[in-house]
């Protein structure tokens, strides 16, 4: 059974930095594209970052220079590097992967870190 496992969520003050990470198990046999979504109360789960099979990146225009996603080699963890961060990035961070395992081919979500910008 594959599962998505984020940790590095946490409070931080505006202007600090949090990397979160996000583990792949299970039976994987190829990535496609893994990236981060998030939800801050009342709004909808909006995409934050992704990244390619390719190494190619997007970014949110709100996150755009401030955040970076990267991935490890075997491209089973996909990471989160976020930097001067604001009010406005609080919320529930959530790690999605296009995996294909003995299942077939799926996304995935991980059960969310929650991320607090305060002072």
């Known amino acids: 059974q594959v599962q998505l496992v984020e940790s590095g969520g946490g409070l931080v003050q505006p202007g600090g930095s949090l990397r979160l990470s996000c583990a792949a198990s299970?039976?994987?046999?190829?990535?496609?594209?893994m990236g981060w979504y998030r939800q801050a109360p009342g709004k909808q789960r909006d995409m934050v970052a992704i990244?390619?099979?390719?190494?190619?990146?997007s970014y949110a225009d709100s996150v755009q220079g401030r955040f970076t996603i990267s991935k490890d080699d075997a491209a089973t963890t996909v990471y989160l590097q976020m930097n001067n961060l604001t009010f406005e990035d609080t919320a529930v961070y959530y790690c999605t992967a296009n995996l294909l395992s003995p299942a077939g081919w799926r996304n995935y979500w991980g059960q969310g870190t929650q991320v607090t910008v305060s002072s």
């Open positions: 990244i390619t099979s390719e190494r190619r990146t």
């Open positions: 299970g039976s994987i046999w190829l990535t496609n594209t």
